[in-house]
């Protein structure tokens, strides 16, 4: 399973990025996919993640009025809207996608991207 970010960029703060991450080579429908960030010296950390219907949707408190993600599973791709960008938004976003397990957790992603670069400067 390949999956590709992308939509990362410098805004300013209170601006709005669509991030975009793309799959092939699985079966969408049946994944869970999830954001994660990771920040410099800090550890990688859940931001949001929606089940494989996308009845199940849970954001990190950070995150929460400002993030919405989103998933379309005939373009097998899912979406993350970020509004009202912080400086404490800066981090590279990695998509996921996994079968099972906890939905917040990162250990139980088996598929990764590469990660795309958000800075928000204030």
């Known amino acids: 399973v390949q999956l590709q970010a992308s939509g990362g960029g410098l805004v300013q703060a209170g601006g709005s990025l669509r991030l975009s991450c793309a799959t092939s080579?699985?079966?969408?429908?049946?994944?869970?996919m999830g954001w994660f960030r990771q920040a410099p010296g800090k550890e990688r950390e859940f931001v949001a993640t929606?089940?494989?219907?996308?009845?199940?949707?849970y954001y990190a408190d950070s995150v929460k009025g400002r993030f919405t993600i989103s998933r379309d599973n005939i373009k097998n791709t899912v979406y993350l809207q970020m509004n009202s960008l912080k400086p404490d938004d800066t981090a590279v976003y990695y998509c996921?996608?996994?079968?099972?397990?906890?939905?917040?957790?990162?250990?139980?992603?088996?598929?990764w991207g590469q990660g795309t670069q958000v800075t928000v400067s204030s």
């Open positions: 080579g699985g079966t969408f429908g049946s994944y869970k």
């Open positions: 929606i089940n494989w219907s996308g009845g199940r949707i």
């Open positions: 996921a996608a996994g079968v099972g397990g906890s939905l917040k957790d990162p250990l139980d992603y088996e598929y």
